[in-house]
C-alpha cells in the first residue's frame, strides 16, 4: 500500500471518486441480502453446476507488497488447497463443491485474475488447483492499496460466475488501509447488496490497527469476520483457518 494516504480519524480514509458512487447510488439503496438470505430469496437460480460457494480470492499486491513478500501470500494460498482439513470442508457441504478465483489488486480498477474460476469437486481438484496457484505469474502491482474498488470489481467477478452458488464470498487479503478509490465502506453496503459477503485476512505488518479498521469499514455480511497474521511467517496457518472457515 502507499503511504501516502490521507487518513481522517480512527483509521477511516476521506471518500473519494464521489461521481462514481453517485452512479451506484441504486445498488447502495437496494436491501442487503447476504450469504444464505441472498440464496433463499433466489440468488442461486443462475445457470450452471450448483455449487455450496463460489469465493474469489483477492490477494494486495500494492506498493506495501514487495515480490518477496506477494510471493510467501501465494504460497500460502497454495499450501492451504493441499490441507486436509480444506479437503474435509469441501466434502462437507450439501453438494461437495465450490467455485474459486484468485485474483490480485492494487490501486483502483486493478483486479486481474491469476487463476479463473475453477470447480472443486473433491481433493484432486484442490491439489491440482494448488499446483495452479504455485504456477501464476505473481506480480508486484505497486501504486495505492484501494479496497474499495476491489470489493465492486470483484462482486463483478461473482456476477459472471459460470457456477450457480448457494453463497458468494470475497476473501480479501491485505496489509493497509484504503487509499484509492470508492470509499470502502459504500463498496460494502454495494456487496451486502448484492447478496455478497466480505471477509479479510490483514496481515499487522505495518499497522497494528488494521483489524478493527477492517470490522469497521471493510468486511461484510452477517457472518463476516477478520483474521489477523502477526507477520509473514503466520501467514500460511492464519489463511488456511480462514478458507476453512469460510468453506464450511
Known amino acids: 500500500m502507499s503511504k501516502g494516504g490521507q487518513m481522517v480519524g480512527q483509521g477511516t480514509v476521506a471518500p473519494t471518486r464521489r461521481a462514481l458512487l453517485a452512479g451506484?447510488?441504486?445498488?447502495?439503496?437496494?436491501?442487503?441480502?447476504?450469504?444464505?438470505?441472498?440464496?433463499?430469496?433466489?440468488?442461486?437460480?443462475?445457470?450452471?453446476?450448483?455449487?455450496d460457494l463460489a469465493l474469489v480470492m483477492?490477494?494486495?499486491?500494492?506498493?506495501?507488497?514487495?515480490?518477496v513478500m506477494l510471493d510467501f501470500q501465494l504460497r500460502g494460498h497454495a499450501a492451504a488447497f493441499r490441507d486436509k482439513a480444506v479437503h474435509q470442508a469441501l466434502a462437507g457441504g450439501p453438494k461437495g463443491k465450490v467455485a474459486v478465483q484468485l485474483a490480485l489488486f492494487s490501486g483502483p480498477g486493478t483486479l486481474t485474475?491469476?487463476?479463473?474460476?475453477?470447480?472443486?469437486?473433491?481433493?484432486?481438484?484442490?491439489?491440482?488447483?494448488?499446483?495452479?496457484?504455485?504456477?501464476?505469474?505473481?506480480?508486484?502491482?505497486?501504486?495505492?492499496?484501494?479496497?474499495?474498488?476491489?470489493?465492486?470489481?470483484?462482486?463483478?467477478?461473482?456476477?459472471?460466475?459460470?457456477?450457480?452458488?448457494?453463497?458468494?464470498?470475497?476473501?480479501?487479503?491485505?496489509?493497509?488501509?484504503?487509499?484509492?478509490?470508492?470509499?470502502?465502506?459504500?463498496?460494502?453496503?454495494?456487496?451486502q447488496a448484492a447478496g455478497v459477503g466480505v471477509n479479510g485476512l490483514v496481515i499487522l505488518d505495518e499497522y497494528d490497527w488494521l483489524e478493527p479498521y477492517y470490522r469497521e469499514n471493510v468486511v461484510a455480511g452477517d457472518d463476516a469476520f477478520v483474521i489477523t497474521a502477526a507477520n509473514r511467517h503466520a501467514f500460511a496457518d492464519a489463511f488456511l483457518s480462514k478458507l476453512v472457515r469460510e468453506v464450511v
Request: neutral net charge; contains cysteine; glycine residues 12%.
Open 113 to 191: 485474475t491469476l487463476v479463473p474460476w475453477t470447480l472443486l469437486a473433491g481433493t484432486q481438484d484442490a491439489l491440482a488447483l494448488a499446483d495452479r496457484i504455485d504456477a501464476a505469474p505473481g506480480v508486484a502491482m505497486g501504486g495505492n492499496t484501494a479496497l474499495g474498488d476491489c470489493i465492486v470489481q470483484a462482486v463483478r467477478q461473482l456476477d459472471a460466475c459460470p457456477y450457480s452458488a448457494d453463497r458468494r464470498t470475497i476473501d480479501l487479503v491485505s496489509n493497509g488501509f484504503n487509499n484509492g478509490g470508492i470509499d470502502p465502506r459504500s463498496a460494502r453496503a454495494h456487496a
Open 24 to 51: 451506484m447510488g441504486a445498488a447502495l439503496a437496494a436491501p442487503a441480502l447476504t450469504g444464505r438470505a441472498w440464496a433463499r430469496a433466489g440468488g442461486a437460480g443462475a445457470g450452471g453446476t450448483p455449487v
Open 58 to 67: 483477492a490477494v494486495d499486491s500494492s506498493a506495501s507488497i514487495s515480490k
